[in-house]
T-cell receptor
Framework: DQQVKQNSPSLSVQEGRISILNCDYT??????FLWYKKYPAEGPTFLIS?????DKNEDGRFTVFLNKSAKHLSLHIVPSQPGDSAVYFC??????????FGQGTELSVKP | DTGVSQNPRHKITKRGQNVTFRCDPI?????LYWYRQTLGQGPEFLTY????????KSRLLSDRFSAERPKGSFSTLEIQRTEQGDSAMYLC??????????????FGPGTRLTVL
Protein backbone atom coordinates (compact mmCIF):
# COMPACT_ATOMS: atom_id res chain seq x y z
CA ASP A 1 0.00 0.00 0.00
CA GLN A 2 1.15 3.49 -0.82
CA GLN A 3 1.66 5.21 2.53
CA VAL A 4 2.79 8.49 0.98
CA LYS A 5 0.98 9.82 -2.07
CA GLN A 6 1.60 12.68 -4.44
CA ASN A 7 -1.50 12.71 -6.59
CA SER A 8 -0.32 15.26 -9.14
CA PRO A 9 2.32 13.78 -11.44
CA SER A 10 3.03 17.18 -12.98
CA LEU A 11 2.58 20.90 -12.38
CA SER A 12 3.25 23.83 -14.67
CA VAL A 13 3.70 27.36 -13.26
CA GLN A 14 4.68 30.73 -14.66
CA GLU A 15 7.95 32.24 -13.49
CA GLY A 16 7.42 34.54 -10.51
CA ARG A 17 4.19 32.86 -9.41
CA ILE A 18 3.67 30.46 -6.51
CA SER A 19 4.17 26.71 -6.92
CA ILE A 20 2.21 24.49 -4.53
CA LEU A 21 3.08 20.81 -4.36
CA ASN A 22 0.90 18.52 -2.30
CA CYS A 23 1.45 15.28 -0.44
CA ASP A 24 -0.84 13.00 1.60
CA TYR A 25 0.10 10.25 4.00
CA THR A 26 -1.80 7.51 5.78
CA UNK A 27 0.28 6.57 8.83
CA UNK A 28 -0.25 8.84 11.83
CA UNK A 29 2.96 7.45 13.40
CA UNK A 30 5.15 9.36 10.94
CA UNK A 31 6.89 12.09 12.91
CA UNK A 32 9.17 13.79 10.41
CA PHE A 33 8.63 14.85 6.82
CA LEU A 34 11.05 15.96 4.14
CA TRP A 35 10.98 17.36 0.63
CA TYR A 36 13.60 16.46 -1.94
CA LYS A 37 14.29 17.83 -5.40
CA LYS A 38 15.64 15.62 -8.15
CA TYR A 39 17.17 16.40 -11.51
CA PRO A 40 17.52 13.65 -14.14
CA ALA A 41 20.54 11.38 -13.64
CA GLU A 42 21.23 12.82 -10.18
CA GLY A 43 20.37 11.73 -6.67
CA PRO A 44 17.66 13.55 -4.68
CA THR A 45 18.76 16.80 -3.06
CA PHE A 46 17.37 17.68 0.38
CA LEU A 47 15.27 20.87 0.38
CA ILE A 48 13.39 21.33 3.62
CA SER A 49 11.91 19.31 6.46
CA UNK A 50 9.32 19.60 9.20
CA UNK A 51 8.76 17.85 12.47
CA UNK A 52 5.28 16.66 13.38
CA UNK A 53 5.27 19.03 16.36
CA UNK A 54 5.23 22.00 13.98
CA ASP A 55 2.79 23.12 11.34
CA LYS A 56 5.08 25.34 9.29
CA ASN A 57 8.74 25.62 8.41
CA GLU A 58 10.24 28.26 6.16
CA ASP A 59 13.60 28.50 4.40
CA GLY A 60 14.00 31.31 1.92
CA ARG A 61 11.62 30.80 -0.99
CA PHE A 62 10.51 27.40 0.34
CA THR A 63 7.82 26.85 2.98
CA VAL A 64 6.42 23.52 4.09
CA PHE A 65 3.02 23.30 5.77
CA LEU A 66 1.85 20.30 7.76
CA ASN A 67 -1.80 19.55 8.60
CA LYS A 68 -1.69 16.54 10.89
CA SER A 69 -5.45 16.15 11.23
CA ALA A 70 -5.76 15.90 7.44
CA LYS A 71 -2.50 13.95 7.10
CA HIS A 72 -1.45 16.41 4.43
CA LEU A 73 1.61 18.47 3.74
CA SER A 74 2.43 20.95 1.05
CA LEU A 75 5.49 22.71 -0.29
CA HIS A 76 5.18 26.32 -1.42
CA ILE A 77 7.81 27.92 -3.63
CA VAL A 78 7.57 31.69 -3.94
CA PRO A 79 8.56 33.15 -6.33
CA SER A 80 9.05 30.23 -8.69
CA GLN A 81 12.13 30.33 -10.92
CA PRO A 82 12.97 28.34 -14.07
CA GLY A 83 15.81 26.66 -12.16
CA ASP A 84 13.19 25.14 -9.85
CA SER A 85 12.04 22.87 -12.68
CA ALA A 86 12.65 19.33 -11.43
CA VAL A 87 10.86 16.38 -9.85
CA TYR A 88 9.89 16.97 -6.23
CA PHE A 89 9.47 14.10 -3.78
CA CYS A 90 7.90 14.25 -0.36
CA UNK A 91 9.04 11.66 2.14
CA UNK A 92 7.90 10.57 5.57
CA UNK A 93 10.21 9.12 8.19
CA UNK A 94 9.11 6.15 10.25
CA UNK A 95 10.23 5.30 13.77
CA UNK A 96 13.19 3.34 12.46
CA UNK A 97 14.53 6.28 10.48
CA UNK A 98 13.88 5.04 6.96
CA UNK A 99 12.21 7.29 4.42
CA UNK A 100 8.99 6.42 2.60
CA PHE A 101 8.66 8.44 -0.57
CA GLY A 102 5.76 9.59 -2.68
CA GLN A 103 5.75 9.05 -6.44
CA GLY A 104 6.97 12.56 -7.19
CA THR A 105 5.58 15.65 -8.92
CA GLU A 106 7.35 17.07 -11.94
CA LEU A 107 7.40 20.87 -11.69
CA SER A 108 7.90 22.96 -14.80
CA VAL A 109 8.45 26.69 -14.33
CA LYS A 110 8.04 28.57 -17.58
CA PRO A 111 9.77 31.91 -18.24
CA ASP B 1 33.63 16.91 2.62
CA THR B 2 32.61 15.94 -0.89
CA GLY B 3 29.22 14.45 -0.09
CA VAL B 4 28.02 10.91 -0.74
CA SER B 5 29.73 9.21 -3.66
CA GLN B 6 28.70 6.10 -5.55
CA ASN B 7 30.53 3.94 -8.05
CA PRO B 8 30.05 3.05 -10.77
CA ARG B 9 27.58 5.64 -12.05
CA HIS B 10 26.35 3.29 -14.75
CA LYS B 11 26.46 -0.49 -15.07
CA ILE B 12 25.22 -2.58 -17.97
CA THR B 13 25.24 -6.32 -17.44
CA LYS B 14 23.78 -9.46 -18.91
CA ARG B 15 21.10 -11.40 -17.12
CA GLY B 16 22.59 -13.92 -14.71
CA GLN B 17 25.76 -11.96 -13.99
CA ASN B 18 26.71 -10.64 -10.56
CA VAL B 19 27.20 -6.92 -9.94
CA THR B 20 28.57 -4.94 -7.00
CA PHE B 21 28.05 -1.27 -6.24
CA ARG B 22 29.96 0.87 -3.78
CA CYS B 23 28.84 3.80 -1.64
CA ASP B 24 31.09 6.15 0.30
CA PRO B 25 29.01 8.15 2.79
CA ILE B 26 29.72 11.59 4.18
CA UNK B 27 32.53 11.12 6.64
CA UNK B 28 31.43 10.65 10.25
CA UNK B 29 27.85 9.81 9.22
CA UNK B 30 27.00 6.70 11.19
CA UNK B 31 23.86 5.75 9.25
CA LEU B 32 23.90 4.52 5.67
CA TYR B 33 20.85 3.65 3.59
CA TRP B 34 20.25 1.91 0.26
CA TYR B 35 17.21 2.70 -1.88
CA ARG B 36 16.07 1.62 -5.32
CA GLN B 37 14.21 3.84 -7.76
CA THR B 38 12.39 2.74 -10.90
CA LEU B 39 10.94 4.97 -13.59
CA GLY B 40 7.99 7.05 -12.43
CA GLN B 41 8.31 6.01 -8.80
CA GLY B 42 9.89 7.45 -5.71
CA PRO B 43 12.89 5.76 -4.11
CA GLU B 44 12.05 2.56 -2.20
CA PHE B 45 13.94 1.56 0.93
CA LEU B 46 16.13 -1.53 0.69
CA THR B 47 18.29 -1.67 3.82
CA TYR B 48 20.25 0.44 6.29
CA UNK B 49 23.27 0.29 8.54
CA UNK B 50 24.14 2.00 11.76
CA UNK B 51 27.91 1.86 11.81
CA UNK B 52 28.72 -1.70 10.66
CA UNK B 53 25.46 -3.26 11.85
CA UNK B 54 22.74 -3.94 9.29
CA UNK B 55 19.60 -3.04 11.24
CA UNK B 56 16.76 -3.47 8.77
CA LYS B 57 16.12 -5.12 5.42
CA SER B 58 13.11 -4.58 3.20
CA ARG B 59 11.06 -7.41 1.78
CA LEU B 60 12.22 -6.03 -1.57
CA LEU B 61 15.69 -7.33 -0.76
CA SER B 62 15.55 -10.90 -2.04
CA ASP B 63 18.20 -13.45 -1.13
CA ARG B 64 20.05 -12.49 -4.32
CA PHE B 65 20.86 -9.13 -2.72
CA SER B 66 23.45 -8.65 -0.04
CA ALA B 67 24.86 -5.52 1.53
CA GLU B 68 27.84 -4.96 3.76
CA ARG B 69 29.44 -2.08 5.59
CA PRO B 70 32.77 -3.30 6.91
CA LYS B 71 34.22 -1.13 9.68
CA GLY B 72 31.27 1.22 9.43
CA SER B 73 32.74 3.19 6.54
CA PHE B 74 31.90 2.51 2.89
CA SER B 75 29.18 0.04 1.90
CA THR B 76 28.74 -2.41 -0.94
CA LEU B 77 25.54 -3.75 -2.45
CA GLU B 78 25.85 -6.98 -4.43
CA ILE B 79 23.21 -8.48 -6.68
CA GLN B 80 23.75 -12.08 -7.67
CA ARG B 81 22.25 -13.70 -10.78
CA THR B 82 20.80 -10.42 -12.02
CA GLU B 83 17.35 -10.35 -13.61
CA GLN B 84 15.86 -7.81 -15.97
CA GLY B 85 13.57 -6.65 -13.15
CA ASP B 86 16.65 -5.52 -11.22
CA SER B 87 17.15 -2.69 -13.71
CA ALA B 88 16.80 0.51 -11.70
CA MET B 89 18.67 3.39 -10.12
CA TYR B 90 20.32 2.31 -6.87
CA LEU B 91 20.68 5.20 -4.44
CA CYS B 92 22.77 5.47 -1.31
CA UNK B 93 22.16 8.00 1.45
CA UNK B 94 23.80 8.81 4.75
CA UNK B 95 22.82 10.67 7.89
CA UNK B 96 24.37 11.52 11.21
CA UNK B 97 21.61 11.55 13.82
CA UNK B 98 19.14 9.07 15.26
CA UNK B 99 15.56 8.99 14.01
CA UNK B 100 13.12 11.43 15.50
CA UNK B 101 14.02 14.70 13.91
CA UNK B 102 16.92 16.49 12.29
CA UNK B 103 17.74 13.28 10.49
CA UNK B 104 18.05 14.55 6.97
CA UNK B 105 19.45 11.93 4.65
CA UNK B 106 21.87 13.08 1.99
CA PHE B 107 21.89 11.13 -1.23
CA GLY B 108 24.60 10.19 -3.65
CA PRO B 109 24.24 10.45 -7.43
CA GLY B 110 23.10 6.85 -7.77
CA THR B 111 24.19 3.86 -9.84
CA ARG B 112 22.05 3.19 -12.92
CA LEU B 113 21.84 -0.58 -13.51
CA THR B 114 20.65 -1.98 -16.82
CA VAL B 115 20.23 -5.74 -17.09
CA LEU B 116 20.02 -6.98 -20.68
Amino acid sequence: DQQVKQNSPSLSVQEGRISILNCDYTNSMFDYFLWYKKYPAEGPTFLISISSIKDKNEDGRFTVFLNKSAKHLSLHIVPSQPGDSAVYFCAAMNQGGKLIFGQGTELSVKP
Amino acid sequence: DTGVSQNPRHKITKRGQNVTFRCDPISEHNRLYWYRQTLGQGPEFLTYFQNEAQLEKSRLLSDRFSAERPKGSFSTLEIQRTEQGDSAMYLCASSSRPAGGGNEQFFGPGTRLTVL
